[in-house]
């Protein structure tokens, strides 16, 4: 059965810094999704990132990218440039694509950006 | 579009009482899921389904039932409310790029 671990319950960071939050999972599986989702205070559920695992290359999505170690089945988020609005719960999912594309969700990072 | 909607927004039930929580969506997706989130947790999925009259379970689908008669509407019922059933729910839906998921806002179920 997959995992997915969020270590950070909760981080801090100033405004216009740079942040990067952890996510490690655990899978017998070849091909499979990673995502990092986003969900402020709203509850709306957010997709921020994605990154098949075939591919080398990082996804990055403007301020958002990932550091992707498939050997070490690790995938973090890095937020350069914090804006006050990235305040929210992160959840690192997993998705392998056999299955019915089931979705394994991390228990989340809560990210406070302070001014 | 208006993507994926769920009602209500929010609902309390009394222990042993039953309802059903509606998901649509309008964008002529395959897939549809239903999950629940627990306070401070990540989603759980509950069941989830590949094509109209196909459903399967997920996680956790103890004390749920679901049907899929059509291709926007995927329904989740509760028989006996419980109160280890106080979540929030969210039904989401995937298309031909499976791996993109899009959420409804969410349904908040308390039972007491």
């Known amino acids: 059965a997959q995992t997915v671990t969020q270590s950070q319950p909760e981080m801090s960071v100033q405004e216009a810094e740079t942040v990067t939050l952890s996510c490690t999972y655990d899978?017998?599986?070849?091909?499979?999704?990673l995502f990092w989702y986003k969900q402020p205070p709203s509850r709306q559920m957010i997709l921020v990132i994605r990154q098949e695992a075939y591919k080398q290359q990082n996804a990055t999505e403007n301020r958002f990218s990932v550091n992707f170690q498939k050997a070490a089945k690790s995938f973090s988020l890095k937020i350069s440039d914090s804006q006050l609005g990235d305040t929210a719960m992160y959840f690192c999912a997993f998705m392998k694509l056999a299955g019915g594309f089931k979705t394994i969700f991390g228990a989340g990072t809560r990210l406070f950006v302070k001014a | 579009n208006a993507g994926v909607t769920q009602t209500p927004k929010f609902r309390i039930l009394k222990i042993g009482q039953s309802m059903t929580l509606q998901c649509t969506q309008d964008?002529?997706?395959?897939?549809m899921y239903w999950y629940r989130q627990d306070p401070g947790m990540g989603l759980k999925l509950i069941y989830y389904s590949v094509g109209a009259g196909i459903t399967d379970k997920g996680e956790v689908p103890n004390g749920y039932n679901v049907s899929r008669s059509t291709t926007e509407d995927f329904p989740l019922r509760l028989e006996l409310a419980a109160p280890s059933q106080t979540s929030v729910y969210f039904c989401?839906?995937?298309?031909?790029?499976?791996?993109?998921?899009?959420f409804g806002p969410g349904t908040r179920l308390l039972v007491l």
């Open positions: 899978t017998s599986e070849n091909n499979y999704y």
């Open positions: 964008m002529n997706h395959n897939y």
């Open positions: 989401a839906s995937s298309g031909q790029l499976q791996e993109t998921q899009y």
